[in-house]
């Protein structure tokens, strides 16, 4: 059956830098998302993806957060300056209409330190 | 605006237990209902949905009504399994307020244990 793959599963990284959270979505899928869950709160909604374009982003999604579709298969997120804050894990799905069940990957643990 | 709030857990049940986890929803339109199941190491998956009031999704013995008076879509079981041990998350899904492409409002997760 196919699934959407996130890598890594765990990510350490120090305050101030960069990095980029990559996901494979199911390959016939033409609408992806980024939501995230801080430890014992909600997974929240972050950006919303279609026809190469952001369509959706939540007010959490600042411009120290950017999405891209660089070569067709995978979907990345990318965060520029990374914040003790931003520590969650980040959830990457896809859906292949709308609208449709979103199949989501098994997630990336990010740690700021 | 839009959200869900759910029964806090754990939730620890013997097994064949019959279990309920309340969930209740705010929404400004006419929302899709879906529960979703995380087992251990997995992502979510959904578990079942309902897309209009009085809807009943179902799935594995699970089920969930959709009530629009009460604005709620509670997740039932009559006897629950080991292997249903996972976190059930409750969300809906708002197409009516322009968000065409199915932005999800979760509520917080709900861990469920089930012994032997």
């Known amino acids: 059956e196919p699934e959407v793959t996130q890598t890594p599963s765990h990510q350490v990284t120090q305050m101030g830098q960069e990095v980029i959270l990559r996901c494979v979505p199911i390959?016939?899928?033409?609408?992806f998302y980024w939501y995230r869950q801080i430890l014992g709160q909600k997974v929240e909604f972050l950006v919303s993806f279609y026809n190469n374009e952001i369509s959706e982003k939540s007010e959490i999604f600042d411009d120290q957060f950017s999405v891209e579709r660089p070569d067709g298969s995978n979907f990345t997120l990318k965060i520029r300056s990374t914040k003790l804050e931003d520590s969650a894990m980040y959830f990457c799905?896809?859906?292949?209409?709308?609208?449709?069940?979103?199949?989501f990957g098994p997630g990336t643990r990010l740690t700021v330190t | 605006g839009d959200s869900v709030t759910q029964m806090e857990g754990p939730v620890t049940l013997s097994e064949e237990a019959f279990l309920t986890i309340n969930c209740t929803y705010t929404?400004?339109?006419?929302?899709?209902l879906f529960w979703y199941v995380q087992y251990p190491g997995e992502g979510l998956q959904l578990l079942l949905k309902?897309?209009?009031?009085?809807d009943k999704g179902s799935n594995k013995g699970f089920e969930a009504t959709y009530r629009k008076e009460t604005t709620s879509f509670h997740l039932e079981k009559g006897s629950v399994q080991v292997s249903d041990s996972a976190v059930y998350f409750c969300a809906l899904s708002d197409q009516n307020r322009g968000s065409t492409l199915g932005r999800l409002y979760f509520g917080r997760g709900t861990q469920l244990t089930v012994w032997p």
């Open positions: 390959s016939n899928h033409l609408y």
């Open positions: 799905a896809s859906s292949a209409q709308q609208p449709a069940e979103q199949y």
């Open positions: 309902a897309t209009k009031a009085d």
């Open positions: 929404a400004t339109g006419y929302p899709s």
